[in-house]
């Protein structure tokens, strides 16, 4: 397995473990889509699903952190690719036109916490979020939304 | 007399499909687009039962919490609990007994067993076999009863907790658990013949509904409608949790990925639960107490976080939380249930088949909806257009 996803450490800034035992890999947030694009190349369109995005509002370091859990087939392992980007201007590149699998994932994101994911064209406010918050401007995962 | 009204029935029609359903859970509305029988596109549009069940959690202690995912999901609460308490226990560093574990693993078992019987009930309703539905529907509260011995509870049981479970089982219980298992075995075998057998059920599943393995793992789908595609995913093979690494059992996976190949997964991986709760109950270990005592489980959590992930009736249910150490309440609780990606991610489907076959595909996904239908109306007088019923055009306009 591991050899397979050599092509990760020319990206990774720093490894961790969530535990129990998924290898996550710390990755620039202008890299992700190179990431994916890559991994695509190296493991194929269909060797891998993107399991689930979670986003995590930092507010004392200013940081929205974005987690892709991605499965990957046959064995089943889920490693973790991290990154972080700017609290007060959360966006990043969308993966959509890669993998449609995280369309509901973005569009979760992009409701409860305010990250943009560029080229989405899916996203919209009241995805999940009654109206009532989505008028209010407010994003309900973020600390201090007062939700 | 001149012309004063247009009938306008546009060439794709608008369909909406849902979003009130009171026969099962996930009220979600499917803005099908119909060209003529066939349909042409289906937008997906959810929210209309959100209850922040997230954000709850994190105003609620960890403990708290276990009760509150327990309720994400009637029908599926003991998975949601156990994956959150796994992952709790992970935070920990917390090693629970084998006996927890087995028992874990068979209420989560008869969980998915009653859960499989229903939804292939409610297809066989769906498809006109009412009589059908109601035979599984009684068979499947047997299993309700099993699971009522074991957990104290039919439906909503609060089962496990941190460290372990709530309550052990005794040798009378375990007897009339499996009295009810080996009498059920043979009414599942029944269902999966009809189902392998009946004209109508195969003219009205096979074929409908088809996806194939590569769509599949790009558009994320889980479950059992992953493994009657052919693909090979089941967390309790691959992670192990709980007991699932010392219980023989075969993850089930057909090749057609048609509805009836979901459906049928289904039906053989009820007879896999079956003998993997007939294993536990002849194998159930006897290392220690199940049951923790409550009042010598830690109060403060320490920081960490931890992925944790179940196979749910549905397919891969993952939770993610975090604690910063200082707080009571857990900073990050993250579900991903499997619908939310067998649902979401479902509407190139559709594409293809006929309005008839809609409900059919919907309902191989495991929740169901209703139907409700439209056309425009033009008033040249007033120059207006507005919506009106079907059966309202009927009466005249």
Known sequence: MSSRLDFLSSFTIETLVVKPGRKTYVVKPEDLRSVFSKMIEVLGDSSFYVSTIIGTDLKDEGRIRLDYYVVILPEEETIVLRTFIPRDNPSIDSLIDLIPGVLPGECETHDLLGVVFKGNPFLKRGFFVPSDIVEQGKYPLRKDSGV | ?397
């Open chain 2, 1 to 397: 007399m001149g012309i004063s009204k247009i009938i306008e029935v546009p060439l794709a029609l608008e369909l909406p499909v849902g979003p009130q359903h009171p026969a099962l859970h996930e009220p979600v509305l499917l803005k099908a687009y119909a060209d003529g029988e066939e349909i042409v596109k289906v937008e997906i549009n959810t929210g209309y039962n959100h209850r922040g069940i997230e954000k709850l959690c994190e105003k609620n202690s960890f403990y708290r919490d276990i009760f509150i995912v327990a309720r994400v999901c009637g029908i599926c609460n003991l998975v949601h609990a156990d994956c959150y308490v796994r992952a709790v226990e992970h935070i920990l560093g917390m090693e629970i007994s084998n006996r927890a574990k087995y028992l874990r693993v068979l209420a989560m078992e008869l969980e998915r067993l009653h859960s499989h019987m229903l939804i292939n009930a409610v297809m066989a309703e769906n498809i006109g076999f009412e009589n059908l539905f109601m035979n599984i529907m009684l068979d499947r509260e047997k299993i309700m009863k099993a699971k009522e011995i074991l957990t104290g509870n039919r439906v909503l049981s609060d089962y496990v907790m941190v460290g372990g479970v709530r309550r052990d089982i005794d040798g009378v219980k375990k007897e009339k658990i499996k009295d009810i298992v080996l009498k059920t075995e043979e009414r599942i075998k029944y269902y999966k013949k009809v189902f392998e057998e009946d004209t109508t059920i195969l003219k009205r599943l096979v074929d409908v509904g088809k996806v194939s393995a590569s769509d599949v793992v790009k558009h994320s789908l889980v479950g059992p409608v992953a493994r009657a595609s052919g693909v090979k995913i089941d967390s309790r093979s691959s992670d192990k949790y709980d007991a699932y690494g010392e219980i023989p059992f075969n993850v089930i996976t057909r090749s057609e990925g048609d509805s009836w190949a979901r459906m049928m997964v289904r039906w053989d991986e009820a007879l896999e639960s079956i003998k993997i709760a007939l294993h536990i109950l002849d194998h159930l270990p006897s290392d220690a107490n199940p049951v923790p005592d409550e009042k010598k489980l830690p109060r403060k959590i320490p920081a960490g976080e931890a992925y944790t992930r179940v196979e749910a009736q549905r397919g891969e249910l993952t939770y993610y939380v975090m604690s910063d150490g200082k707080l009571p309440n857990p900073y990050r609780v993250k579900i991903r249930t499997p619908s939310f990606n067998n649902i979401i991610s479902s509407g190139f489907m559709y594409v293809g088949y006929t309005i008839a076959d809609l409900p059919v595909i919907l309902t191989s996904l495991d929740p169901c909806i209703s139907c409700m239908e439209r056309v425009t109306i033009v008033d040249i007088d007033k120059n207006v257009s507005y919506r009106l019923p079907f059966k309202e055009l009927a009466k005249g306009i």
